[in-house]
Each structure stands twice: as structure tokens, then as C-alpha cells.
């Protein structure tokens, strides 16, 4: 093999292990399907714009929140506090009522869990395929902070920002 020939599954191995390096906040991003609320743990969402505001967050092809979601669909980001590890836990699985037992509220359009760090509430304006994956990209239509500690993802683990 010469240099400049990459072996895909190093790649892979490679590329999975420096972004399991990047520490990254947690969050479970809602909707509603036919007035049920439905939701996935996400760690990939970030700001994709401030004019207008706009957010971008990154689902799994085979994501059934994905599936439920079209252009005009409301979306909740709810980014998690840091000891709600176990929530995130919950969501990132399959399961048939992710939200028994958490209390939540319809809020702006979306299911918004009563306990948080963040809440981002956006119209869905677009998808773009990427992948394995799907950006879902919004404008937002709410937004608001809280003073929870946030959770974070790194190295396969769960933990908190810590301020020096």
C-alpha cells in the first residue's frame, strides 16, 4: 500500500476514536407524531446561523424521529443538566414510551422537559443528507437557558463542564 492509500475501516477507527476525544453537550431533541411526544438523544446539534437564528442537528438515517419529521415540523432541543444522565441514556434507546415517568410539557410546538440546561424549539426548513446521517436544519422560534449544569459526552462517558 502506498501513502497515500487510506484503509477505510482504519479511517473509521481512527476518525471514531478523535471524535470520541471532543467533549460534547447532550441533548434529546422532541417532537410530536400524531400528539404523542417522540425523542432521541443527540449529541451532534449545533448554532448554524444568528440571522436568522438558526440550528442544525444531525440524526441517524435510521432514526425513527428522523421518519417522523418533515419541512414545518416543530422540533425541541433539550439540552440535558448534568445529572440527567439517565434521561439521555433512556432516549438513545428504543423503547415505546421514552416519556413515562418525565415530566415534560407541550412548549412551543414541541414536548420540552420540565428539568434542562438549554431549550432550543425550531421549524424544520430542511434536510441534507450526509452519510449515514441526515442535518436537520431549522429556524428558530424559541430559546431560553437555565442554570443546571450542563451534561456532556466524552470518551464514551458521561460528565459536566467544569468552571476553573
Known amino acids: 500500500m502506498s501513502a497515500v492509500e487510506i484503509d477505510d475501516e482504519v479511517l473509521q477507527k481512527s476518525f471514531r476514536a478523535a471524535m ?12 410530536f407524531d400524531q400528539g404523542e411526544p417522540v425523542g432521541s438523544t443527540v449529541s451532534a446539534f449545533a448554532s448554524l446561523s444568528m ?8 440524526l441517524d438515517n435510521r ?7 418533515q419541512v414545518g415540523s416543530v422540533v425541541g432541543v433539550n439540552v ?24 415534560w410539557r407541550a412548549e412551543d410546538g414541541a414536548p420540552g422537559l420540565v428539568d434542562r440546561h438549554a431549550w432550543v424549539a425550531f421549524d424544520v426548513t430542511q434536510f441534507v443528507e450526509a452519510g449515514d446521517h441526515t442535518l436537520v436544519l431549522g429556524r428558530v422560534k424559541a430559546a431560553d437557558t437555565y442554570a443546571n449544569a450542563p451534561l456532556t459526552y466524552w470518551q464514551r462517558t458521561f460528565g459536566s463542564h467544569q468552571v476553573f
Do not use: Y
Not at 470520541?20 to 417532537?31: D, E, I, L, R, S
Not at 440571522?51 to 444531525?58: A, C, G, K, R, T
Open 80 to 103: 440535558l443538566a448534568a445529572h440527567q444522565d439517565q434521561i439521555g441514556l433512556r432516549f438513545a434507546r428504543s423503547a415505546p414510551d421514552k416519556f413515562a415517568d418525565i415530566a
Open 63 to 69: 432514526s425513527s424521529l428522523l421518519s417522523r419529521l
Open 20 to 31: 470520541g476525544n471532543v467533549a460534547a453537550a447532550v441533548a434529546v431533541v422532541t417532537t
Open 51 to 58: 440571522e436568522p437564528p438558526m440550528l442544525l442537528v444531525s
